[in-house]
């Protein structure tokens, strides 16, 4: 190699380096944003929009799930074994359906910091090749069919307990 293809072979891997740092940034905000944006007075104690949000019934924690969507996607780039993907997941899962009960959902989303988890977990678990195959990219678009599907499935449950609530307050 001649000294311009090895000074040009710096450069790309110096702006490999300062995308993979950006990604990384940019996933430190994410997780920052939606779990510990806030801090309470003389505490440590931290929370995020995903606990606010999260009181909005049906809506707060559908929009931050999807949002956690993203992280566990960046798992697959980061390659992270399929294994701790689907761990990712079941935060995801985890913060999703017990976000969703009244009132305990709440004060969970207040403790439960699922997009920090995740973030962690990437961390720990990315491999040095920096890329996910296509198997990957599958397995994590099938976990994200299936999360989808509970969102829907909790989204149609919760309409149709408000219409029997409607319809029990009629006949009264």
């Known amino acids: 190699m001649n000294q311009t293809a090895l000074e040009l072979e710096k450069i790309k891997q110096s702006n490999e380096q300062r995308k993979q ?65 689907l761990r990712m997941a079941m935060n995801i899962a985890i913060d999703y359906i017990v976000g969703a ?22 961390r720990e678990r990315a491999t040095k090749k920096n890329a996910g195959t296509t198997s990957d990219y599958i397995f994590v678009f099938g976990i994200i069919g299936l999360l989808i599907s509970l969102l829907i499935g909790s989204i149609l449950a919760s309409l149709y307990l408000i219409s029997l609530i409607i319809e029990i307050l009629r006949n009264l």
């Open 21 to 85: 740092v950006e990604i990384e940034e940019s996933l430190e905000k994410l997780s920052e944003y939606l779990d510990g944006l806030f801090r309470i007075p003389g505490t440590k104690w931290r929370f995020g929009l995903d606990a606010l949000v999260g009181l909005i019934p049906n809506f707060g924690d559908t929009l931050t799930t999807l949002i956690s969507f993203y992280i566990l996607i960046a798992g697959v780039r980061y390659g992270v074994p399929k294994i701790t993907l």
């Open 101 to 122: 009960i009244p009132f305990v959902g709440d004060a969970f989303d207040f403790f439960w910091k699922a997009n920090k988890r995740n973030l962690d977990l990437i």
